[in-house]
């Protein structure tokens, strides 16, 4: 028996190599070690004529682009800031009314803090400047709302109007925060701010037409009429006063209630 188990170890042992080196196996003349250092996905896309392309790297140590390559790539809208003047002046009606709603609430914020700046922590001063600020301040903030809700596009399309939301920021955190420090070089500083803006807006004005910044003559009856009747417009925007009632699961009786929509 041990003599058999010899025989066959020594048959294995030739067989194998034999094996490998089998020129006719399967009859594609490829030896075993051949078939399996095949690729069958690669020899699937050769058969489907596909060719691989070689990847030519840029060799290495290129010098960096130069500031002209960049600008080239950073071009800019030669028409672009036509495009503003366009918009703004076939609207500066429209435009400058909108500035003209903003003088109305500083004049408002100022006349209203100078009254409540340095006034006694609970006194009736003080509470009625807080009442005047928790109505006014969230009326001035719709009134942007509504801006961008009528003119969802008018940051791409004008320039009057980077200038119309930096007035608006001062009123709205600007003086508040002056007169709630009682801060009057705060104050004066808020004014100087609101004077560039109007300077910045008057030399905008000049690139696009003749007319001036309005600015009303508060010394003439019939135009201070006017402007205080413009203001109290502006100071008083229309309201939704529609209603729209919400049922309660399960039916009506206490469960249906209504909901009163407020501004904008």
């Known amino acids: 028996m041990s003599a058999l188990r010899s025989s066959l170890g020594v048959l294995a042992s030739v067989l194998v190599p034999l094996s490998l080196m089998c020129s006719g196996c399967g009859g594609d003349g490829k030896t075993l070690a051949e078939k399996l250092a095949e690729d069958p996905e690669k020899k699937m896309l050769e058969d489907a004529g596909y060719v691989k392309k070689e990847i030519k790297r840029p060799p290495a140590g290129l010098p960096p682009p130069t500031d002209e390559e960049f600008k080239a790539w950073d071009r800019k809208d030669p028409e672009g800031e036509k ?3 366009k918009f703004d002046k076939a609207n500066l009606k429209k435009m400058l ?14 006349k209203e803090g100078a009254k ?6 609970g006194s009736p001063t003080e509470e009625q400047w807080y009442q005047f600020k928790q109505n006014f301040i969230p009326m001035v903030n719709t009134w942007q709302q509504r801006l961008f809700s009528s003119e969802p596009r008018i940051l791409e399309k004008s320039k009057l109007i980077g200038h119309f939301l930096e007035a608006h920021e001062l009123v709205m955190h600007g003086y508040p925060d002056a ?13 100087a701010h609101w004077l560039i803006i109007e300077n910045k807006i008057t030399k905008y004005l ?7 910044l309005p600015k009303p003559d508060l010394n003439d009856p019939k135009q201070k009429e006017a402007h205080d009747k413009f203001c109290v417009a502006a100071l008083n925007p229309p309201k939704n006063t529609g209603k729209a009632k919400v049922k309660h699961v399960g039916g009506g009786g206490r469960g249906t209630k209504k909901l009163n929509m407020g501004e904008d």
Do not use: S, W
């Open 83 to 85: 495009h503003l003047h």
């Open 97 to 110: 009314n909108y500035f003209g709603e903003l003088e109305c609430f500083r004049e408002e914020m100022k």
């Open 116 to 121: 409540g700046a340095g006034a006694e922590p």
């Open 179 to 191: 007169f709630n420090n009682n801060d009057q070089n705060a104050v004066a500083q808020a004014d």
């Open 206 to 212: 000049k690139n696009i037409t003749d007319e001036p």
